[in-house]
């Protein structure tokens, strides 16, 4: 069946160094969302992603859809303390499924 | 953006009593809402699919005679704990999307912690 697999389930950084997380899928994807949830909250919906080699951007996240739609990353620039949280993918199939999320904590 | 509001956002109960947790769609209609729950660190385990004026569809796993889920409005879904044990403890949290909107994205209720002592 359908997998998605998020890596890595953890990253500390220090503030000021970049960050990544990565979805990989083993079937092509009709689109794919991102969201982060900071700690002791509710997601919240960053961006959809549904072109092939679709790259967006928002401010220091930069968000990239593969050519084979299958994989995606969610790229930070900079890191700063307030983007300590989780990062999911969220991929459909007629329903919602989330990736198992990347855990990012910033040291100051 | 659109508003889900989830309530109670925290609920502690005995073992064998029933919770239930209400979801509402504030400013728009939601034909269908969404289920999850999660374990602390852990991701978003859909176990639901709540359908207004319709049976929901539950995940593999998901025991339906143990979570009730009514969706009697196009605002409202409710999810019922029966028969609560401790390994039910967990966050409970809702979503819907706003139809005909086509931006993927899923608009979430607060959550609800539910402890069962």
């Known amino acids: 069946g359908q997998q998605v697999m998020q890596i890595p389930q953890y990253q500390h950084v220090q503030e000021g160094e970049d960050f990544t997380t990565y979805c990989n899928s083993s079937t092509t994807l009709s689109n794919i969302q991102w969201y982060k949830q900071r700690p002791g909250g509710h997601p919240v919906f960053l961006i959809q992603?549904?072109?092939?080699?679709e790259v967006k951007k928002q401010k220091r996240l930069t968000f990239q859809f593969g050519e084979a739609k299958k994989n995606s990353s969610l790229h930070i620039t900079a890191t700063q303390t307030t983007d300590v949280g989780t990062y999911f993918c969220?991929?459909?199939?007629?329903?919602?499924?989330f990736g198992s999320g990347t855990k990012l904590n910033v040291k100051p | 953006g659109a508003v889900v509001s989830q309530h109670p956002s925290r609920v502690i109960c005995k073992s064998g009593t029933s919770v239930k947790i209400e979801c509402r769609s504030l400013?728009?209609?939601?034909?269908?809402m969404f289920w999850y729950r999660q374990f602390p660190k852990k991701s978003l385990m859909l176990m639901a699919t709540?359908?207004?004026?319709?049976?929901?569809?539950?995940e593999q796993g998901v025991e339906k005679d143990k979570f009730l889920i009514n969706h009697a409005s196009l605002t409202l879904s409710t999810l019922t704990v029966t028969s609560a044990h401790p390994e039910d403890s967990s966050f409970y949290i809702c979503?819907?999307?706003?139809?005909?909107?086509?931006?993927?994205?899923?608009?979430f209720g607060e959550g609800s912690r539910l402890t069962v002592l």
């Open positions: 709540s359908n207004e004026g319709s049976k929901a569809t539950y």
């Open positions: 969220e991929y459909n199939f007629n329903k919602f499924y």
């Open positions: 979503s819907a999307e706003t139809s005909g909107a086509n931006t993927g994205e899923l608009f």
């Open positions: 992603l549904v072109k092939s080699g």
């Open positions: 400013d728009f209609q939601a034909t269908t």
